[in-house]
């Protein structure tokens, strides 16, 4: 039997962290061929989460440039798969998420009339502009794919809605928390300027990079930090800041020169996932880390006024606070001061995965090619 020839395609590093687990599934089956093509949508924070995963791609577009527009990702992104897949001819396209890049890979590999297989699917928040542009690049991706890698039953859930198949459904748990437990360590020493953090005071870990947020919105939350230092002592935020000039000009104008206030460039992942465990609580924008903190037992804050994660909602482990600086400060202020509430969140069980989501993406790839009997169990979460 000729071997099943999986190409994973991703460009920024949320989508890295997610798929390298799967990569490196992929490379445990010798009856698997497999092939990473990236289109480095977001250049240097893809690069670190290659590196620190050992994964060198086959091919790299090399797109991103200095103030590229969706139109300009998703034209570059979508002519260059165009090249590589008709070189490589792959049986099966993996993707993940939300990108342009997801998009655009997806586009490419129905346009060569070749499987598509979508990692993370079915998250949704039913508005198609909030977040842009993820929401839409995640649905039409959604209308693309053969093989739906849903995290959990919620997404499962939403998939059927929109009359996506059942057989075309898998329940997988969430790559993040492989890759995320493969990364975090007791041990871990942190270097530069992440070594004068004091961790005996209470860290709040903060990332903001949401279009829909930017201008009013994200001033309206660096005024709710800067109320929330100076009213505790005992408080240190750390904040990597996006690259954006339009963050990084109000991250700046707000809370630059502040007491106890770091602000970081981006920071790689490895240290990244290893602060958010020693955080106190978590303060984001992001969709990821409303997977990932959770499991390591911590608190977030969303800083939206929608998420396409509700399972986390109902289990207890977020709260969405929207952008408003009295209902950011106000729900922060609780987490610090309020034991009970604190615990009950903290201690609320993580519903996105354990650990083995890689595993059954792979072992359904499998079954799907008849290399594997049986249809592998889905995840309970």
């Not at 995963?53 to 798969?81: C, H, K, V, Y």
């Not at 991706?141 to 995290?151: E, K, Q, V, Y």
């Not at 898998?170 to 270097?191: C, E, H, M, P, Q």
Request: charged share 25%; aromatic share 8%.
């Amino acid at each position: 039997m000729e071997k099943l020839k999986v190409m994973s395609i991703f460009g920024t590093r949320p989508e890295a962290i997610k798929m390298a687990p799967v990569v490196l599934e992929l490379n445990k089956y010798p009856e698997v061929k497999s092939t990473v093509a990236v289109t480095a949508q977001h250049r240097e924070m893809l690069d670190q989460v290659l590196k620190l995963f050992n994964i060198n791609p086959d091919f790299d577009l090399n797109i991103m440039s200095e103030g590229q527009t969706l139109f300009d990702i998703t034209s570059r992104a979508l002519l260059g798969l165009d090249k590589i897949l008709r070189e490589v001819k792959p049986n099966v396209i993996l993707v993940h998420g939300d990108t342009t890049t997801t998009f655009a890979g997806a586009l490419a590999a129905f346009y060569h009339q070749i499987e598509v297989g979508h990692v993370e699917a079915g998250l949704r928040t039913q508005n198609k502009f909030s977040p842009y542009p993820e929401e839409m690049n995640r649905r039409l991706t959604g209308s693309l794919a053969d093989l739906n890698f849903a995290p959990t039953a919620t997404a499962k859930k939403n998939l059927l809605r929109e009359n996506i198949a059942a057989d075309k459904i898998f329940v997988t748990g969430n790559t993040v928390i492989d890759a995320l437990y493969k990364t975090v360590r007791a041990d871990f020493k942190f270097s530069g300027e992440l070594a004068q953090i004091d961790f005996d005071k209470k860290i709040i870990l903060v990332t903001t990079h949401r279009r829909e947020n930017l201008g009013e919105p994200l001033r309206q939350v660096y005024k709710a930090l800067k109320a929330l230092v100076e009213e505790f002592p005992d408080v240190e935020i750390i904040f990597p800041v996006h690259k954006n000039p339009k963050v990084r000009e109000v991250v700046n104008a707000e809370l630059g020169g502040l007491e106890r206030v770091f602000l970081t460039d981006p920071i790689d992942y490895e240290p990244f996932a290893n602060l958010m465990n020693r955080a106190t609580l978590i303060m984001t924008d992001s969709g990821g880390l409303q997977e990932e903190a959770p499991a390591l037992g911590k608190p977030v804050l969303v800083l939206r006024d929608t998420t396409e994660r509700p399972e986390a909602l109902d289990a207890g482990t977020v709260k969405l606070v929207g952008t408003n600086q009295d209902k950011v400060y106000g729900a922060a202020k609780i987490l610090l001061t309020d034991t009970a509430a604190y615990k009950k969140m903290a201690e609320a069980q993580s519903p996105y995965g354990d650990g083995h989501a890689a595993e059954r993406i792979v072992k359904t790839l499998l079954w799907r090619h008849k290399f594997l009997r049986e249809r592998p169990a889905e995840f309970i979460g």
